[in-house]
T-cell receptor, first 115, second 113 residues
Framework: DTAVSQTPKYLVTQMGNDKSIKCEQN?????MYWYKQDSKKFLKIMFS???????INETVPNRFSPKSPDKAHLNLHINSLELGDSAVYFC??????????????FGNGTRLTVT | QKEVEQDPGPLSVPEGAIVSLNCTYS??????FMWYRQYSRKGPELLMY????GNKEDGRFTAQVDKSSKYISLFIRDSQPSDSATYLC?????????????FGAGTILRVKS
């Protein structure tokens, strides 16, 4: 039973298009995240939501817009895609960021390729 | 200079070897240290967690933190082919909403049978 699921798994699209990635977690966690992993495997946080409220918003282009309809879902919409957006995007969730041993649970990633 | 530096490898070892993976960091405020393991085409999963300085052991894995040197290590004893993965160190200064986990770039480990 998948804990954090992302769709689609692969996304190939052309520059200038708009696309969305969906994420759902069935762990009952309050906090959800979007991370970007570039070609060098460097994993960097983009956004964090707690109970549908935006908590972390890193210096990400405003072409990226997260949306959390409820605490089990966090979607990522990207407008006007650019070549540099090609990466693997990971959704993650955690139970309680205030607890020291509260791990991040990651989905298996969405591989975005912009041509 | 990145906040967290990690040698990307790849590191190739024979089965049964002791593996040492390391990260250095520049932010002295970091106190929570984690190691995540990432298999190919999968998301990272938490392997070990330590708070402040010291050692922590879990089976074949030992995590060490030396805050004075801003250096953390993960040791794997009796390495197995199933340990082949990318190992990412991660750290944060504090807990609570809004506190970010900063990841290293990951070290690719290959254990040959």
């Amino acid at each position: 039973d998948t804990a954090v699921s992302q769709t689609p798994k692969y996304l190939v699209t052309q520059m200038g298009n708009d696309k969305s990635i969906k994420c759902e977690q069935n762990l009952g966690h309050d906090t959800m995240y979007w991370y970007k992993q570039d070609s060098k495997k460097f994993l960097k946080i983009m956004f964090s939501y707690n109970n549908k409220e935006l908590i972390i918003n890193e210096t990400v282009p405003n072409r990226f817009s997260p949306k959390s309809p409820d605490k089990a879902h966090l979607n990522l919409h990207i407008n006007s895609l650019e070549l540099g957006d090609s990466a693997v995007y990971f959704c993650a969730s955690s139970q309680d960021q205030r607890r020291p041993n509260s791990p991040l649970h990651f989905g298996n990633g969405t591989r975005l390729t912009v041509t | 200079q990145k906040e967290v530096e990690q040698d990307p490898g790849p590191l190739s070892v024979p089965e049964g070897a002791i593996v040492s993976l390391n990260c250095t960091y520049s932010n002295s405020a970091f106190q929570y240290f984690m190691w995540y393991r990432q298999y190919s085409r999968k998301g990272p999963e938490l392997l070990m967690y330590t708070y402040s300085s010291g050692n922590k052991e879990d089976g074949r894995f030992t995590a060490q933190v030396d805050k004075s040197s801003k250096y953390i290590s993960l040791f794997i004893r009796d390495s197995q082919p199933s340990d082949s993965a990318t190992y990412l160190c991660a750290m944060s200064a504090a807990l609570g909403y809004g506190n970010k986990l900063v990841f290293g770039a990951g070290t690719i480990l290959r254990v040959k049978s």
